[in-house]
């Protein structure tokens, strides 16, 4: 049964950082490219990160760049997201989801195969 479970969500200060996990089930994840999205209350899901399959090229939105990190261990079937300097901003339900695809990650919604449920960032004082 293929799955992907996010963890590491919670509640953090604006300025303080979380490390969000994706892990993968019932799939060869090296195979697979991973993104990351999220969606906030009110507002469209958005595309925020993701990591190529074959040369773990990565790509990151504007928005979260020099502050997120997408890594992933193949060997643990697990990619991560670490978010550092968390602004109000990020709060949002956080999505990890995988494409089976061999060329550069993309942030296409609709091209990727299998999805998380989802683990909620809030960010606030």
């Known amino acids: 049964q293929v799955q992907l479970v996010e963890s590491g969500g919670g509640l953090v200060q604006p300025g303080g950082s979380l490390r969000l996990s994706c892990a993968a089930s019932g799939f060869i994840l090296p195979y697979y490219a991973i993104g990351w999205f999220r969606q906030a209350p009110g507002k469209e899901r958005e595309a925020i990160s993701c990591?190529?399959?074959?040369?773990?090229?990565?790509d990151y939105t504007d928005s979260v760049k020099g502050r997120f990190t997408i890594s992933r261990d193949n060997s643990k079937n697990t990619v991560y997201l670490q978010m550092n300097s968390l602004t109000p901003e990020d709060t949002a339900v956080y999505y990890c989801?995988?494409?089976?695809?061999?060329?550069?990650?993309?942030?296409?919604?609709?091209?990727?195969?299998?999805w998380g449920q989802g683990t909620q960032v809030t960010v606030s004082s």
């Open positions: 989801a995988a494409e089976a695809r061999l060329g550069p990650c993309h942030s296409k919604a609709d091209d990727y195969d299998y």
């Open positions: 990591i190529s399959s074959i040369d773990n090229s990565t």
